[in-house]
């Protein structure tokens, strides 16, 4: 089966399989995942799509559905039932459905490859823990079926399957059974299978789960599970009760329907457990209930949320102490009271007592704290009133809400003009009146900033320090805070002057930082807009729309800051190839009409050595094509030839070539111009060995950079992975060395024909492959195995882990990350959240003026760049092993162990690594390294 004939999982293993995993809950191990026990009918339902039947009162319930790759739960909820009898599994679906959104229900065959993209539940079993096979059933709301074993591959498995679906104005129901004779292996009284639930929603789309996913509804190592118990009580969650927050008597409550289907009473233990970024909240006792023989009854269950913020709550079932539920980790709305009370009375407290230390006579201290006694005192009477018996209403919640609204207004305007004074001087503070309005602080590079951050008290200073190598390109940032609306802010940089010499300020280049809202952070868009952090402009007022949009360029940025507003600017400092080593100070002037201008201090160290080129193949996949007006990815000669030197100027030494023929070397001729060195990695439809020589016989007698015949495409299937062999004989024939995207499986099966494999890092199988290549487990499949993922993701530090600690921890031999850029036809690029359902490709976007650059782009040249201070560093350790001099032997030692600090720092489980690591840590590693470098140089006597 080709690429354009699959299933809804499919699509998402063939875009978000390189997506990588949310940080949270996407994220969780095993023990988190949702847990159900289902239990044995007697009587089996009749399939109509009507959940009249008795067996749909007792059966297990999976609810509370998230939206895939998010956080959230979805807007529209599902409920999922299931039960069983030694002939079937019976699986039915409650999909809520707005009464002005009309059901997609055009597909009516089996196993069509558009079955995916009407309305459709689905359902996934995985008998053998993570073994294959997986069994994947979808069917849409006209009930038609698709069904396969094999990702992408409905004639991999045709089940008896009997379908039922009904629809009415607010839902729509499906129900099916499931032979277990087409199942394997062999259910048993007692089993435990991975399972997982899952809804495609239209208009709007919206994918949900029962089981949070994050890299393809395939994956089932994020499946929930589901034991098989002839008598199993019947569990499901009715309601969190996060609706009104923590009113209720006692608190919050929520609500568990229960069902005991045997001839004996049944005692049932419930136990809940919240967290939130203040702490976490653990029942005291199980709310223990008793139900009698084959009855069922809804019981509530008391919990508390310690603080504001990201809460989440964990409900278990046990009977006799063997769990029969657990919701896994569901996300609480931010509904509770308590926490918000508690925190005005303690930031009340402690902004009153910074004010008292600063022993200022300023009018606008005065009255702050004046407002904020009134804010501590209100608090003070909200616990009060809150903790008097009462059932809850809407109307008090908001009474309460609306009281506590106007204390936290005033602690965040308080905290404005704190996060300002933090930085006057002692003079100014002894005014009489608030001159300047805004305040400067620092970050370290990467670290990004809302657009109404507050500085942290350590990063208020007046210095920059920045360390880099003769020719090494190096960022840093700081941020502007104003309490008032500023216009036309400015920076200028002074050049650098140090005892060794001068650095031109011409070397220095200064961006804004520009938030924009996003359709999400990954491949496939998301309903729901995110504001990220991305874009390095001069001027972020500009407006950016269509294909090209003008940005005019500008020596010195300037932009406006809102009143209680953060913005950040974004430095590079270019180091000359010969500057000499030594300190260097440059000074940035903020300025802003009507406000008294201030200043940074930037400090530079330049290294006294030089970085190597690294080993690696470092190449970046680019889909645009060397043509004028061909369409939104065709570009002039003058736009392909500077994006080409972009490329190379950000460490990659190789890019993907979609042109064909007199284009094609032209292209070659561009690239090897820029200066990269290959190889470059040709994209074709080659179906004779003779234009595979040709390619190669251009290549040499131009000397261009060497290439390599690349297929893009993921090969995975059987069916791929023969169509794939086809063309890799051709070239291989043709004297032309073969890379594809594959799995690890997929490389061994193409074994002999496959010179470079490229591996996705959210393939199920990737993270085993490293750990077998570090541990020496397993011989590599090639010695130039790369790895390859969605760069454009907006976390900075993905691509900074996979562009260098990553890569030398992993001992793989390079990578290609997509894509440098690539719009969907028909769309445009700097409007996210309309037109398909796919999200463009973009590190970097296009302008008439060049290119626009973004921080995921900054992120992969320093990733680089640690691989090359790592290169630097084992290079120097083997070209001075054998010299005899007093202290080198320590210095080499010290060396080894900052090795090993990275390697044990780094996680074969990248993961690990993305949840762990801030962009601080990813600096501190690089010094460590190079501070070892040093100290060999010093022993040196160099």
């Known amino acids: 089966m080709n690429l354009s004939t699959f299933s809804l999982v499919s699509l998402l293993l063939l875009f978000v399989s390189h997506a990588l995993p949310l940080r949270a809950f996407a994220d969780a191990e095993a023990s988190a995942r949702p847990f159900l026990t289902a239990p044995r009918t007697e009587l089996p339902p009749e399939i109509d799509g009507v959940l009249a039947d008795g067996c749909w009162q007792r059966a297990a319930r999976a609810s509370n559905f998230f939206v895939m790759d998010a956080r959230r739960l979805a807007k529209r909820q599902t409920i999922a039932y299931l039960c069983w009898d030694t002939q079937n599994i019976y699986v039915a679906f409650e999909c809520e459905q707005p009464e002005d959104k009309p059901l997609s229900q055009n597909v009516k065959e089996r196993d069509s490859n558009r079955l995916w993209l009407d309305d459709s539940v689905e359902f996934f079993v995985n008998a053998q823990d993570e073994a294959p096979p997986i069994h994947h059933v979808i069917v849409n709301a006209a009930g038609a079926v698709y069904d396969e074993s094999v990702s992408g591959e409905p004639t991999s498995w045709d089940a008896e399957i009997e379908v039922g679906v009904t629809t009415a104005a607010k839902n729509w129901i499906v129900e099916l059974s499931l032979p277990l004779k087409d199942l394997q292996p062999e259910l048993k009284e007692g089993s435990t299978w991975r399972v997982n639930f ?24 994020q499946f929930g599970s589901v034991r098989f118990v002839a008598n199993a009580a019947g569990v ?43 702490g976490a909240w653990k029942s005291p006792s199980p709310v223990e209930v008793v139900l009698e023989r084959q009855s069922a009854q809804v019981v509530a269950a008391p919990y508390a949320v310690v603080g504001r913020g990201d809460a989440t709550i964990r409900i278990l079932v046990t009977d006799e102490d063997q769990a029969i539920f657990d919701s896994g980790v569901l996300p609480l709305k931010d509904r509770f009271l308590r926490p918000r009370i508690r925190e005005v009375i303690r930031r009340s407290q402690q902004h009153i007592a910074i004010i008292d230390g600063l022993q200022s006579s300023l009018t606008e201290v005065v009255t702050l704290r004046a407002e904020l006694v009134t804010s501590l005192n209100t608090a003070y009477r909200l616990t009060k009133s809150v903790d008097l018996p009462r059932e809850p209403t809407a109307a008090f919640w908001l009474e309460v809400d609306r009281k506590l609204r106007v204390a936290e207004d005033v602690l965040h305007d308080g905290e404005v003009t704190l996060s300002v004074l933090s930085g006057y001087t002692q003079e100014e503070l002894r005014g009489t ?40 390109i190096e960022a840093a940032t700081f941020l502007i805070r104003s309490k008032t609306a500023l216009e036309n802010v400015t920076v200028k940089a002074t050049d650098f002057i140090g005892h060794a010499g001068k650095i031109p300020a011409a070397a220095i280049d200064i961006h804004i930082l520009r938030h924009w809202w996003q359709a999400g952070r990954t491949p496939v868009k998301d309903e729901q807009l995110v504001l990220v952090p991305e874009l390095l402009l001069k001027d972020d007022r500009v407006i950016l729309k269509g294909a090209l949009p003008d940005n005019p360029p500008r020596n010195d940025p300037v932009t406006d800051v809102p009143a209680g507003g953060t913005k950040q600017f974004w430095v590079t400092v270019s180091v000359p190839p010969r500057a000499s080593a030594g300190a260097y100070l440059s000074t940035l002037s903020v300025s802003a009409p009507g406000q008294p201008s201030t200043s940074l201090t930037m400090q530079l160290r330049v290294l006294p050595f030089v970085l190597p080129v690294a080993p690696q193949y470092l190449g970046v996949e680019y889909r645009n094509r060397l043509e004028e007006g061909q369409g939104l990815s065709s570009v002039p000669q003058g736009r392909y030839q500077a994006e080409m030197q972009n490329i190379r100027d950000h460490g990659f030494q190789a890019v993907t070539v979609f042109d064909t023929g007199d284009k094609r070397n032209r292209a070659l001729a561009f690239i090897q111009k820029s200066g990269m060195r290959g190889p470059v990695a040709v994209v074709d439809g080659f179906q004779q060995t003779a234009e595979v020589s040709s390619v190669l016989d251009e290549q040499r007698r131009w000397k261009y950079p060497p290439v390599s015949f690349y297929l893009p495409e993921l090969v995975e299937t059987k069916t791929e992975i023969e169509t794939a062999r086809k063309k890799l004989l051709v070239i291989r024939a043709g004297g032309g060395t073969t890379m594809v995207v594959t799995t690890p499986e997929g490389a061994e099966e193409l074994r002999g024909v496959l010179d470079t494999p490229v591996y996705s890092v959210t393939n199920p199988d990737f993270g085993d492959c490293v750990r077998d290549r570090i541990l020496g487990k397993a011989a590599p499949l090639s010695t130039t195995e790369c790895y390859t993922w969605e760069a454009m993701q907006e976390d900075p530090s993905i691509n900074r882990l996979f562009c260098g600690f990553y890569l030398w921890k992993s001992r793989m031999r ?18 996210d959240g309309a037109g398909s359902t796919l999200r463009q490709r973009m590190m970097t976007y296009p302008s008439k003026q060049g290119v626009i650059d973004t921080i995921q782009w900054e992120a992969a040249r320093e990733g680089i760049d640690d691989l090359r201070y790592l290169t630097f560093l084992e290079q120097l350790i083997t070209g001075v092993r054998n010299v005899r001099r007093p202290g080198l032997p320590e210095a080499i030692a010290n060396a080894e162990k900052s090795l090993a600090r990275v390697r044990s720092v780094i996680q074969s489980d990248y993961r690990i690594s993305l949840k762990s690591l801030r962009p601080r840590d990813y600096q501190k590693l690089r010094w460590d390294v190079a501070e070892a470098g040093l100290k060999i140089l010093d022993a040196m006597g160099k």
């Open 236 to 278: 499901g969650m009715q309601d969190i009760g996060d609706s009104l927050g923590d009113l209720g008597p006692g608190g919050a409550s929520l609500r568990l329907h229960l069902a005991n289907p045997n001839v004996s009473p049944l005692t049932a233990r419930i136990l809940a457990t919240t967290e939130s970024p203040a």
């Open 198 to 221: 899952n809804r495609h929603a239209t208009e709007p789309r919206e994918l949900s789960s029962w089981s949070p996913v994050s890299d393809g509804f395939f994956n089932s190592g």
């Open 814 to 831: 390079g990578i290609l990350p997509k894509t440098y850029q690539s719009v969907i036809a028909g769309e445009d690029p700097f409007n």
């Open 433 to 472: 009146g608030m001159v300047r309005q805004y305040v400067l602080f620092t970050k370290p590079p990467f670290e990004t900033a809302a657009p109404n951050a507050m500085p942290e008290k350590d990063e208020i200073r007046r210095t920059v320090a920045m360390f880099a190598t003769p020719g090494e």
